[in-house]
């Protein structure tokens, strides 16, 4: 099937998105009816404007009308003197048995004058033209929100389904989120470099336990970056099967840590303590094969999960109890405000090596937030130093104390710039006692 030319030129009377679109959109629309031009015939369209328009948007124009699939070229025609301003024209090359003197050029508004022998059009029902186009746009609109929406992110965490961990993610991404539990935290790298999964939400460190160092080394030893931070107010929750009560309580299954976390209640209690490999998973298999006078601490949802109930909630000691976690992701995340910086270094093994680098950070008035050794791997008595900071690397003294660090460590490996969690306020008065036990 050959192809063949149709051509067409319109003006408008302002660079104006809204101008453009609606004046490119009634030129196609005419080329399309009065020719029977179908989409999967259009072989590419070519549009030119003069310089003094925006030639993007006319091919945005041919994508409103359903021209989804087509070759689409735009560009600025070349300044020619005493030319007409403001003009859009397009070759629209059609794949047609049509012969060549049956096609319909169409030139309008001011773009009559550069073909008056083509200014007289076939008579056309504007109302029906105008309802057409109307529909054209709002399908293309409605299929772009279509594409838009987000497909449900996968987020995975490490423990059961239940975990404070996948409590976080909830609390991070909202519920219209896939999780997905891992074993151990080499499996949240494993799911997010392999793309099973969009993020991973990495637990870094407790108000109460303190830093999680194989999370620290793992983040070093992988290529994933930090997107943002996560503080999750861990409320610990004496939970059972329905049915029973508190005083039919004898032994409690945990996690050790929380079993920890909630020694002086397990005590006054009277109550014997079991070791469990997961607080979530003391939830589940408690539900899966209940046993009498035994009862779980976990999050109030692997309450909800395993169908348990709650005896009693926030048994834990201290209750100013915040895990931090990161999500980790691949790629950057985009700029944001109020953002932190993660990043590890290494120093020379010289007199006052460290102090020469966290200077690059107090001189230029940054204010570190986090700073934290661990043993350098395959290098004894050696220590690579994980450091937080306000500020995104961008910023231009972070750049400047950046640049700095990099002439005075070892070396350097950027974790991440990210938004930074708002700070909690609630227990904000715990009392001086309470502090020293944390």
Partial sequence: MPSRGVRGATTTDENTAEAILRET???????????????????????????????????????????????????????????????????????????????????????????????????????????????????????????????????????????????????????????????????IFAAVDSREADFGLLPVENSVAGSINRAFDLLLEHDLRVWGEVLLRVRHNLMAPPGTSLDDVTTVRSHPQALAQCERWINQHGLKAVTWYDTAGSAKELAAAP?????????????????????????????????????????????????????????????????????????????????????????????????DFDGHWQDPSCQQALVGLLTRAAFVKHLGSYPAAEMPTENADVGQSELLQI
């Avoid at 999967?40 to 041919?62: G, H, K, N, Q, W």
């Avoid at 949802?301 to 999500?327: H, K, M, P, Q």
């Fill in 291 to 387: 046993e009498p006078g035994v009862a779980a601490i976990a999050s109030s949802l692997a309450a909800e999960t395993y169908g348990l109930e709650i005896l009693a909630s926030g048994i834990e000691d201290l209750t100013w109890n915040y895990t931090r976690f990161f999500v980790v992701g691949r790629g950057d995340p985009p700029i944001s405000g109020n953002a932190k910086t993660s990043l590890v270094f290494a120093v020379t093994h010289e007199p006052g090596s460290l102090v020469a680098c966290l200077n690059e950070f107090s001189s230029r008035g940054i204010n570190l937030t986090k700073i934290e050794s661990r043993p350098r791997r395959n290098r004894p008595w050696h220590y690579v130093f994980y450091l």
């Fill in 25 to 187: 959109r009634r030129l196609l629309a005419l080329m399309i009816h009065l020719n029977g031009i179908k989409p999967d015939d259009v072989a590419s369209v070519i549009f030119s404007t003069t310089r003094d328009l925006t030639a993007e948007y006319p091919a945005l124009a041919a994508r409103q009308l359903g021209w989804l699939d087509t070759a689409l070229l735009c560009g600025h025609e070349m300044d020619v003197p005493g030319g007409l301003p403001r003009c859009i024209r397009v070759l629209v090359n059609w794949n047609t048995d049509t012969p060549g003197h049956d096609l319909v050029h169409v030139y309008l508004r001011g773009a009559r004058n550069l073909r008056p022998d083509k200014a007289t059009l076939p008579p056309v029902n504007d109302d029906e033209l105008d309802n057409w186009i109307d529909h054209q746009v709002t399908a293309w609109q409605d299929q772009k929100s279509a594409k838009k929406e987000k497909r449900m992110s996968v987020v995975a965490f490490q423990g059961e389904h239940g975990a404070y961990s996948e409590q976080a993610v909830f609390q991070h991404f909202g519920q219209e989120v896939a999780s997905l539990p891992c074993y151990a935290f080499e499996g």
